[in-house]
């Protein structure tokens, strides 16, 4: 498996009617967003002494094992992270059977907090809630991401890849004209890559801070 299909280590779909396009890169044209820094980032990503979101996995290692307001904590039902989660985060979005919907790995830990615990959601975006999302998905680093076959899921990976290939905005561009077409070219001075949001929750430099692949939608 390339490692654009593994969970990252900074611990991220077609109207009938759109024109012709390229096809999105097969297996063997598969590459990471790693492939695409500059050598000193690179090195950054590779030591996680150096890599600043160093700083939210130790947060998360933390709200792991607090417990708030006399409930349980996260550890006092799943025990030791590295054996109870590992995989888990690979296997995001799954369907949620009492909502009737998909979740992704964040909302799940709202949802296991809400009914679990007795606690309100953590608040988009914020330390807390990123840092858990990420120690938990630090369990699942380097595993094949491996998205549930259940057909419950269909029409919402349906709806994306429309939403994925169709133009909007001012631009007028569609998500796959930059990522499956033109991925290795520049957008001025920045280099386009193939969009595969494994590593998420992730630090960006841009940023100086974590956010979460909402985030990132959202300033694409």
């Not at 598969?30 to 820094?37: K, L």
């Not at 094992?65 to 030791?80: I, L, N, P, S, Y």
């Not at 590992?86 to 992704?104: L, N």
Request: net charge positive; glycine share 10%; aromatic share 6%.
């Amino acid at each position: 498996m390339n490692a654009a299909h593994r969970f990252g280590a900074g611990c991220l779909l077609a109207l009938i009617a759109v024109a012709v396009r390229a096809a999105p890169p097969g297996p063997a044209e598969r590459r990471s967003g790693f492939d695409f820094m500059g050598p000193a980032t690179q090195a950054m990503q590779r030591d996680d002494g150096q890599n600043p979101a160093a700083l939210w996995l130790a947060e998360g290692e933390a709200q792991w094992r607090r417990a708030e307001a006399g409930t349980k904590a996260c550890a006092d039902c799943h025990g030791d992270a590295g054996a109870s989660m590992r995989g888990v985060a690979a296997r995001y979005p799954a369907w949620d059977e009492p909502s009737a919907a998909p979740v992704d790995l964040g909302r799940r830990i709202d949802l296991c907090r809400q009914r679990q615990q007795g606690l309100p959601p953590l608040p988009a975006e914020s330390a807390e809630r990123l840092g858990l999302e990420m120690y938990i998905g630090r369990q699942s680093r380097g595993m094949p991401i491996t998205p549930p076959a259940d057909p419950r899921l269909v029409p919402f990976r349906d709806q994306g890849r429309v939403i994925f290939a169709t133009r909007f905005g001012q631009l007028d561009l569609s998500c796959a004209q930059c990522h499956d077409e033109r991925w290795g070219r520049h957008l001025g001075s920045a280099m386009i890559p193939q969009g595969h949001p494994t590593g998420y929750p992730i630090y960006r430099l841009e940023w100086q801070d974590m956010g979460s692949l909402q985030r990132r939608l959202r300033n694409c």
